[in-house]
């Protein structure tokens, strides 16, 4: 379990004081999944180097399985860094090292024997499914298959405490999606913790517990992933809902955008709505999926002005959230939209 | 040597070097040559190497920046490469002599080259350290590297291929200080061209000094490319200096434009 406590960060260049991270709190429980997101530039990297110390924080505690990594000296700190297994945005694999001499360097570090370290490596390779290719030198991988081999080396030392920071960034959507498949598995198996740092929102919907934003150095919203999605008025949940234009509503009828907020919205809600409104109900556009065993999503439909006011009420009782949508009629959303734009960028 | 000068005695006014002779001239000296820039490339490589990881690591970018001393450090480095190795080597002599008790032959000459030599590596070296991508140290740091460790895996050992191509060129380079060297009477093929070449006007003589020279040259570029592929991960093109010519744009060409 990894906890930051008040951790703030300013560089310090000539005169100039800038505040990278200004106290930040967050928390990754045992065997949680925890993603970080922001856009550029607020703080997502100086964050993830904080936490091993790759960087030193200017005040505040990073607190790993117990230990306070902030006091340790530099001879500790290296021991204490073998408890967290670091998984890097471009791989970082020494170019001139096979697979599995790759895997092999932090075992190296440590001083394990020859035999030891063998046995470990082809252990691992065979984890993240790359047994076979043990032997190749990282220009003769793919971009995913190179992330593996980077995991397999985060592994090598049973860290209880896995950070990645933008693992998946540049990588195209399958192996994006293998990658998050390993890490998951990997979290299920070992019951580590994961600290996921990312720009990339649809990632995050396929592999976190919880998600805080980061916004100028501070952490401006968190909270379970399912909950920020079936908050409609969470601008973290918005950003991370995908957002879908959807058709103009026939004459006489006016949109309504409807939100999942509750965990038990039926399946053929479109129908029971229409029978409870006795009303026609045209879908205009909707975006559904299920997370983990868990329906989120939104939808935009359409119902005759006359029953309108009957809508929210009975949207209510089948799990969902009812406002107008469509030109200026939800001047709530708009910040939210703005905000959204910019967590996507 | 005076067996020399009383061979080429009977002629009266040609005191060129007989064809036959002139491999028990020049090899020897050829010998000296290798025997000269042999040691002053070992003394290049155990002191260039750390003191260039060294030079590396104070600096801005390396793993314990220290500017004062860097600024020192690299200040005298470049004073090394700043003086022409003619006015490197005159002006050193009484430390020459200092080290080695002599002022001329072999080990006269290896004081001078080595220490230029250890300036030329040093940057190399440098050099070679800053174009390893910083990621490869921040993994090494991730995973537990202690700094020697870091210097060794995560910058040395991945810079292998370039650090090999700049200590080719500073092998090419040894040979020709050795030759600037054969002025002061170092021996070697440079001082065999200087005497004999030069001062006598024995062109033939001349003539095969070059062509030793072009010939080892050649070979050590030979030997050095064929290490820097067996080290590198990718595979490195072919130096193709004969087809170089055909592969650029034709005079045609860029008249045309």
């Known amino acids: 379990m990894i906890s930051l406590e008040a951790l703030t960060k300013v560089h310090v260049t000539g005169t100039t004081r800038t505040t990278v991270l200004d106290h930040v709190d967050f928390t990754v429980g045992a065997g949680e999944i925890a993603a970080v997101v922001g856009p550029s530039g607020a703080g997502k990297s100086t964050l993830a180097e904080c936490v091993t110390l790759l960087q030193r924080p200017t005040s505040g505690r990073v607190v790993v399985n117990g230990d306070d990594l902030t006091a340790l000296g530099e001879r500790d700190l290296r021991v204490a860094r073998r408890r967290i297994g670091t998984v890097f945005q471009s791989d970082g694999l020494f170019g001139r090292r096979t697979a599995a001499q790759n895997v092999a360097l932090p075992l190296e570090y440590l001083g394990v024997t020859r035999v030891e370290a063998r046995r470990r490596v082809a252990e691992l390779l065979d984890r993240v499914g790359l047994g076979h290719r043990a032997d190749a030198r990282p220009h003769e991988l793919s971009g995913g298959q190179r992330q593996r081999v980077g995991i397999a080396r985060a592994l090598a030392l049973r860290p209880r405490v896995l950070l990645a920071d933008e693992a998946t960034s540049g990588l195209d959507p399958a192996s994006t999606a293998s990658i998050v498949g390993l890490l998951r598995e990997l979290r299920d198996d070992l019951g580590l913790s994961i600290l996921f740092v990312t720009h990339e929102m649809d990632t995050v919907l396929q592999i976190a517990d919880s998600v805080a934003r980061l916004d100028h150095g501070r952490v401006v919203e968190r909270g379970r992933l399912l909950d920020l999605l079936r908050d409609p008025a969470s601008p973290l949940g918005t950003a991370l809902r995908p957002a879908r234009e959807s058709a103009e509503a026939p004459p006489g009828a006016r949109p309504w955008r409807l939100d999942y907020v509750s965990a038990d919205v039926p399946a053929d809600w479109p129908s029971r709505l229409g029978e409870a409104l006795g009303a026609p109900v045209a879908l205009l556009g909707a975006s559904v999926e299920s997370l983990g065993g868990a329906t989120v999503g939104h939808a935009t439909v359409a119902v005759p002005e006359a029953v309108a006011d009957r809508l929210p009420g009975v949207a209510a009782a089948l799990g969902l959230a009812a406002r107008r949508a469509g030109q200026g009629s939800a001047p709530a959303t708009a910040p939210a939209a703005v905000a959204g734009a910019e967590l996507v960028r | ?257």
Do not use: C, K
Not at chain 2, 18 to 37: N, Q
Not at chain 2, 79 to 102: D, E, K, W
Not at chain 2, 190 to 208: L, N
């Open chain 2, 1 to 257: 040597m005076s067996a020399l000068l009383a061979a080429g005695a009977p002629a009266a006014y040609d005191n060129s070097v007989p064809l036959a002779e002139i491999p028990a001239l020049v090899l020897p000296a050829l010998g000296d040559t290798f025997l000269m820039v042999g040691i002053v490339m070992a003394v290049v490589v155990v002191v260039g190497v750390p003191l260039g990881a060294l030079v590396h690591n104070l600096g801005p970018a390396g793993l314990a920046p220290a500017p004062a001393v860097h600024t020192v450090l690299s200040g005298v480095v470049s004073i090394g490469r700043s003086l022409p190795f003619l006015i490197l080597m005159a002006s050193i002599v009484p430390f020459t002599r200092f080290v080695t008790g002599t002022n001329i032959g072999i080990a006269a000459a290896v004081v001078p080259m080595s220490i230029a030599g250890v300036a030329f590596f040093t940057r190399i070296v440098e050099n070679s350290l800053r174009s390893v991508p910083s990621d490869r140290v921040r993994v090494a740091t991730a995973s537990g590297a202690s700094p020697l460790q870091i210097v060794r895996t995560a910058q040395l050992s991945e810079a292998l291929p370039s650090l090999i191509g700049g200590l080719t060129i500073n092998t090419i380079a040894m040979i020709e200080y050795s030759a600037i060297a054969g002025t002061i009477g170092a021996g070697g093929i440079g001082y065999v061209a200087v005497t004999y070449g030069y001062q006598r006007f024995d062109h033939t003589v001349m003539i095969v000094t070059i062509v030793l020279l072009v010939a080892t040259v050649a070979a050590v570029q030979l030997v050095g490319d064929a290490a820097v592929r067996a080290t590198s991960p990718e595979p490195v093109p072919r130096r193709r200096w004969w087809r170089r010519r055909s592969d650029g744009p034709t005079p045609v060409a860029v008249t045309a434009v």
